[in-house]
């Protein structure tokens, strides 16, 4: 087993064209532990009209895989045709857009085929695509910067740490909306932009254009609540690991928080022992609860 499929159980896509164009009629939704290739070339050899893979989801697990894979058969349950295989009807090919990982180097191969052209078998493994690697790395980097791990990212974003493991390992990218997902908790990596502004891997920019962004992570998320007003805050009554965000003494058994002081003297403690990727979950939330336009990044 080649080392891309090392400990992954995949949900795959195939597809297949009975008029051997770029358009596939029927979609075969399956899951693999083996070798993509390997289980395409089986299934090729009692097909007369040629298979390519279009997507694959990732898992840790054969349950995590197996219980997917039958989720989506009952999503597209009316789109069967026999079998695994699926009439390509417009809302399977989205879902595969919007969320199987694609692009990967596992593809290369498998590119669609067209009318009449001969297919000729790579002459060595293919390699993984630049643009995979680079938005791993990015991915991967962020993660660290933020002390966060898939395990975090995926209860964000919506999908299953396999399949973050997958993405910062460089084999493939994202579907489009769990690409939106990243960049929305991260920031585009494609924008330098906002590079110079952080002094931290927390950024908030203000209703006002003030862009907030202090030596911690934590120093800046007190300075945005400050900002949009801490008595303000302090009523929308959030806990944090059962603890009030903002609380009026020291918390009796001593878990992380910060004193603050209003500008009028008042003393609060703000929970501090939190993930980036919660800090910026949390402004979210209180922004949108009190209408305050802010935007948060992550980098």
Wanted: with cysteine; hydrophobic share 35%; aromatic share 10%.
């Amino acid at each position: 087993m080649s080392d891309q499929n090392q400990n992954q159980y995949l949900v795959y896509f195939f597809g297949k064209s009975t008029f051997g164009d770029t358009n596939p009629d029927f979609i075969k939704i399956g899951y693999t532990s083996t070798e993509l290739s390997l289980r395409k070339a089986a299934l090729q050899t009692g097909s007369e009209s040629a298979i390519w893979a279009m997507g694959v989801l990732p898992f840790d697990t054969e349950d995590e895989a197996r219980r997917k894979e039958k989720q989506i058969h009952e999503h597209f349950g009316g789109f069967r045709a026999r079998g695994e295989w699926f009439y390509a009807t417009p809302r399977i090919i989205q879902y595969i857009e919007d969320y199987a990982v694609q692009y990967t180097e596992l593809f290369i191969e498998d590119v669609p085929p067209t009318s009449g052209e001969e297919v000729v078998e790579p002459d060595e493994q293919p390699t993984k695509s630049e643009e995979a690697v680079k938005f791993g790395s990015w991915l991967k980097e962020r993660q660290e910067q933020n002390n966060m791990d898939p395990d975090d990212v995926a209860k964000i974003v919506g999908c299953t740490a396999g399949y973050i493991r997958y993405i910062e390992a460089g084999w493939g990218m994202p579907g489009e909306n769990l690409r939106e997902a990243l960049i929305a908790l991260f920031g585009d990596p494609a924008d330098s932009t906002m590079e110079t502004k952080f002094n931290n891997p927390l950024g908030v920019e203000m209703p006002d254009g003030n862009f907030i962004s202090k030596n911690t992570g934590i120093d800046t998320f007190i300075a945005v609540i400050k900002a949009i007003g801490i008595e303000e805050v302090k009523e929308l009554d959030l806990f944090v690991n059962t603890i009030p965000l903002i609380a009026d003494c020291r918390d009796e058994d001593g878990r992380a928080q910060k004193e603050v002081k209003t500008d009028e003297g008042t003393k609060y403690w703000i929970v501090s022992g939190i993930n980036q990727g919660k800090k910026k979950q949390l402004l979210e939330d209180i922004a949108a609860r009190l209408e305050r336009d802010i935007t948060v990044f992550l980098r």
